[in-house]
Structure formats: C-alpha cells, structure tokens
C-alpha cells in the first residue's frame, strides 16, 4: 500500500543538486527506518540500496553517493530527506522511499512505500 509520497524529483546537469523529500500520505504517529532505493536505467527489475537511517539514528549510504548524498529525518513531522549534491549521470533513475509507519492506535508499525519519484541527471 503506497502509504508514503516522494517529492523533489526533477532534472538537473551534472554537478547540481536536488533533495528528495519523503512524507507519509496519511497522518500518522512517527515514521522509523527509513531507507532510500532507487532503479536506474536498464535494470528495472533491481533497486539498489542508497541511504538509510534506522530508529536509533544510525546512517548507512552506498559506496558510490557517500560524501556526495545527505539522508536526514525531521520527527516533528516525520519526513525523510535525501539531500544529493555533486549528481552524476549514474545517479539518474527513480527513487523510492520505504519505511515503517505507526499510526495511532495499538497496531504496530508496519513496512510502507512510495511510488517512486524520478531523477534525471544530464551531463
């Protein structure tokens, strides 16, 4: 169930900056880790791993966008933001965000996804 929106898509050359944002299209109470995959060109049947920040704060990002990309989350109203300077042709594709919702109410957290959102990146 698509329960989460990605937004800050777009085209950008080579060198420039774009940063995603990631909401939960609902009201909910928080939002816990979250992870940011994308789908490049030519391998659509694969979503690679670019960046994640877990319930206890811990950051991991792909070899290829650390030092270039930012995830960060901002609880008071549970977004995720991908910040991506220095893009590169290789970093066109789709993003999506995926994470574990809590809604209000005594039903746990449960896993939730966008629909993807699209970078292109021209050189």
């Known amino acids: 169930q698509r329960q989460l929106v990605e937004s800050g898509g777009g085209v950008v050359q080579a060198g420039g900056s774009l940063t995603l944002s990631c909401a939960a299209s609902?009201?909910?109470?928080?939002?816990?880790?979250m992870i940011w995959n994308r789908q490049v060109p030519g391998k659509q049947r694969e979503r690679e791993f670019v960046a994640s920040i877990n319930s206890a704060g811990t950051i991991k990002y792909a070899d290829s966008v650390t030092g270039r990309f930012t995830i960060s989350s901002y609880n008071a109203n549970n977004t995720v933001l991908l910040q991506m300077n220095d893009l590169k042709s290789d970093d066109t594709g789709v993003y999506f965000c995926?994470?574990?919702?809590?809604?209000?109410?005594?039903?746990?957290?449960?896993?939730?996804w966008g629909q993807g959102i699209q970078v292109v990146v021209s050189s």
């Open positions: 995926n994470a574990d919702l809590k809604k209000f109410g005594p039903q746990p957290p449960s896993p939730a």
């Open positions: 609902e009201r909910i109470y928080s939002i816990k880790n």
